[in-house]
């Protein structure tokens, strides 16, 4: 019920200061500075009352650890921080080939293929 009216106050103060910069203008540019003021008072309202937030009847987001939680599968940040080295930084199976060692380092050269 608080978090409820402190967004409609600050809705509400939005509202009214958009009113009264344009009070001395004709209806439209004051439905439009109202407009602009329900929105900026809408989003500050919003944040501050905490409506909107993930932590309120929603499930949390889940980690890569809570996702695939067999370690050693590779595909998690540590698995692959712990193998970086031995795998140059490429997820398992999915490793470039090595070039052959008698063709040298242009593997794909069309003068080389036999």
Known sequence: MMRKAVFLFLLLLGIGIGFLSVRDEEWGPRIVMMFVGALFGGAIGGGLSGI???QRGRLPLRSEEEE?????????GRDLAANYWRDK????FMKPPEPDPTHGS???DPDKLQ
């Open 106 to 108: 242009r593997m794909f």
């Open 52 to 54: 909107g937030s993930r």
């Open 68 to 76: 695939n939680p067999i370690p050693g599968m590779g595909y998690s």
């Open 89 to 92: 930084g490429h997820p398992p």
